[in-house]
């Protein structure tokens, strides 16, 4: 478990001036990104039953955090 008073690798590459921006834009980001998802997925529902577009949605979501993932993994095992 990590200590409360060691700061994510994200947060810790951030400027200290600059964290509550920058976690502000993180989040703000998010959360636009998941209202585009939803809107993505409504639109693929009126054309596709909702249990596949729902599997799609996830198959999706997984793809993208291996994608993510992987440079982030290499990176800290070099």
Do not use: N
């Amino acid at each position: 478990m990590k200590s409360p008073s060691r700061p994510s690798s994200a947060i810790a590459a951030v400027p200290e001036d600059l964290r509550g921006r920058a976690m502000t834009l993180l989040s703000a980001g998010l959360m636009t990104i998941q209202g585009l998802g939803m809107a993505a997925a409504g639109a693929a529902a009126e054309f596709a039953p909702p249990h596949a577009v729902t599997a799609w949605a996830g198959l999706l979501g997984t793809v993208c955090v291996v994608a993510v993932l992987r440079p982030v993994m290499r990176y800290r095992v070099s």
